[in-house]
Structures are given as C-alpha cells and as structure tokens.
C-alpha cells in the first residue's frame, strides 16, 4: 500500500505497533534516535547488522591500520580482479584502441553502450552487508553512507534449498532418480530467474487493424511503439503500457543472491586462489557470476597449491570425514570432499563449493559466453 494509506491504517488498528516493535531488527533497537558512521561499519564488520547500506566506496592510495598487504599497494592488489561491480554507460572515448578501431571498421554506433563493468571505485552503490563486511576486511574504505536498510536475518528458504540438493543427490545414486533430480535443478534455477524479473518493464501487445483505429491507440497514453505488419491489410503490432502492474515479487532475495554470488568469486580469487597458489602460478582468463576460467602453472590444483600451505589445503579434502556431521567446515572447505565416496557424493550438490566444470591444454575466451577449450589428445605408442 501507499505511505499515506499505512499512516490512515496505523491510525485506525493502534494494535499494528505490537507487531512492529516486535519485528524491528538488532540494530534498530539498538540505535533509535541518532547514529554515526563509524557505529553502521563496526555493526556491519561484527555482524550485528545485516541489510543492505547505500555508500561511497573505493579501493584506498594508502592502506588502512587494519589491513596491510606486505609488497602490494592498494591498487596492485586489486589490479587484476577489480573488486566493484556495476551496470554502467561505458563511452566510446573510454574503450581500447584496438576496439575503437574494430567499432569504425564495421561502422558500428559509436554511442555509449549499458555495460557490467568492474572497477576500483564506486558512488552510491547498495551493498549488501556480508559483502560489505569482506571489502573492509581487505582494506577498502568507505567515504560516505546515504542509508541503511536492516532486514531481520532469516533461512526463509533452507527447506527448499535443501530439497533441490538432496533430489539431486538422490539422482547421482540412483538412475531411475535422474528426471527428478534434473527437474528440481531447472526449479532451483528458475526460482531465483523469476525473482530478478523488472515487472516494470512489461508490456501489453496488441494486433489492431486499420489506420483509425490505430491511430487511437498512438494517442493513448501508454503507447510504447508499433510495427506495420502488413501495410496492404493495414494490421499493426501496437506495444502498450499496462494499466496495472502488480510488484509483489521479493526482488530483495534476488538482490541479496547476486551480492553473494559477487563475495564468493572474490573469495574465491582473493582468499583461495591468491592464498593457496599464489599469482606467479595462475592467471584468470575469464569469469561468470558462479564460474571462473583460468590458467595454471602445473598439471593440476594440487600441484600448483605452494609447499607450505598444502597440508592447510588437504586438511579441507579429507580433514572433516566424520559421519556425525555432513557438512564440512566452510573455513577450510573450497571443494568437494575426497575423503570417502560418502562426502564426496554429498558435497558434489553442496550450494557454494567449487567443483571443476572442465580442464584443457588451450582456451580463447572472447567473452561471456564465447568461449573454446582445446584437449590435446595423447596418442600412446607401443
């Protein structure tokens, strides 16, 4: 409802602050009537709030007090994975020569183009708190705070993910299961594909026939456009704006996945790979929302991991086999088990672990998407 009707609603049902006071989050509670800035970081960095917060963020010149890199400046640190992401206009000035050059030989619009890009700088972005608390805790800082949004945290949807694991699981195992495990993954995905879904875009086509008729609906105020679909008949498709949109779908889950997805690749580079290997022994060639492609120095990840913390890193194959408790220790736990067939089957569907997608000699990687990995086939001779 509107802000005007929950006021008049307010005043007619006095009993609703029972219910509100009862479902205001910690922090709420905790700062009322004024708060600093400083107070909403430390909240953030001890888990005390859990939202989302508007700010100014930036990769520092200098690092802070509390997070030092022993041979990297800021920038050299973050150089080869930026950490920000966003949708931004990217002009033509700002490309590379090379595509500059590509863009005037096919006489493409050398408009600004609607990019994701990545960056060391950001204004006014949301951030999710989880997030957030893992840019400060690399040493990224923060210049401004517009607003907080608290939300009280909660599984809500543990059963569900747990449904679509364990069917799965379930078809690992058995053969006459696959259907059902396949099904169950089209709707985990797609649950989450729907909930990403700007309503505010959609739109009502309609087929008119006749110029006057058409000309109505041009003067309507929810024309969008029209196309002449047969100019003898005169029959036109006419784009309009709905009357009524109904936003009733929780774009906060949605949001809150993507801003995960985010802090587990960086995790992922930054306190695995950047970690356990090393950047003299790996380069990243391309990466997706949930994948990464790269390149490394040996003939598998083990062999790439450096000397002193291999033991480290064993510890999270095959340190947590314990039938008591399934899951793993997500501290040292990267990927899937291979302590026995048991774990190894279950942590195979575990949300969140790295499991490998393929492997080759070669890779060219255009883009998201356009990409091709080459084998070498190793012929054996007597």
């Known amino acids: 409802m509107w802000e005007c009707q929950f006021k008049q609603y307010k005043k007619q049902h006095p009993d609703i602050y029972d219910f509100i006071n009862k479902q205001r989050p910690n922090f709420y509670q905790s700062h009322k009537h004024s708060v600093t800035e400083n107070q909403i970081l430390q909240s953030v960095v001890d888990e005390t ?13 200098q690092w802070p007090s509390y997070f030092r890199h022993e041979s990297m400046t800021p920038f050299e640190y973050f150089s080869e994975m930026c950490p920000l992401f966003c949708n931004t206009e990217v002009p033509y000035e700002m490309i590379g020569k090379h595509m500059q050059t590509h863009v005037q030989t096919h006489k493409l619009s050398t408009g600004p183009r609607k990019l994701l890009v990545a960056g060391m700088k950001g204004r006014q972005m949301l951030i999710a708190t989880p997030l957030l608390r893992w840019y400060l805790k690399h040493g990224m800082v923060i210049t401004k705070i517009y607003q907080v949004i608290e939300f009280l945290p909660e599984r809500c949807f543990d059963k569900f993910e747990k449904e679509v694991s364990e069917s799965r699981r379930l078809g690992d195992i058995n053969a006459e299961k696959a259907i059902i495990a396949d099904t169950m993954k089209l709707i985990g995905n797609s649950a989450y594909g729907s909930l990403i879904m700007d309503k505010t875009k959609h739109r009502k086509i309609e087929y008119v026939e006749g110029e006057n008729k058409t000309c109505l609906k041009v003067n309507d105020p929810r024309f969008r456009t029209l196309e002449c679909l047969d100019p003898v008949e005169q029959i036109y498709e006419v784009e309009m704006a709905k009357k009524v949109i109904h936003l009733d779908l929780p774009i906060q889950l949605a949001y ?71 899951e793993a220790d997500t501290g040292y736990h990267w990927f899937p088990r291979t302590c026995c067939e048991k774990h190894a089957s279950y942590d195979k569907r575990t949300p969140g672990l790295f499991k490998l997608e393929y492997s080759g000699d070669e890779m060219v990687g255009l883009c998201s998407k356009t990409y091709i990995v080459r084998k070498s086939i190793v012929k054996k001779t007597n």
Not at 274 to 292: C, L, P, Q, V
């Open 49 to 61: 709030l859990f939202g989302m917060v508007e700010v100014d963020i930036e990769v520092p010149d």
């Open 256 to 326: 809150f996945i993507l801003q995960i997805s985010k802090q587990k690749m960086l995790e992922f580079y930054y306190d695995f790979l950047d970690k356990y290997i090393g950047r003299d022994n790996f380069e990243y060639i391309e990466m997706d929302t949930d994948s990464a492609y790269l390149a490394i120095s040996s003939s598998s990840l083990v062999d790439a991991i450096k000397p002193e913390m291999k033991q480290e890193y064993l510890r999270g194959l095959n340190g947590f086999c314990i039938d008591a408790n399934i």
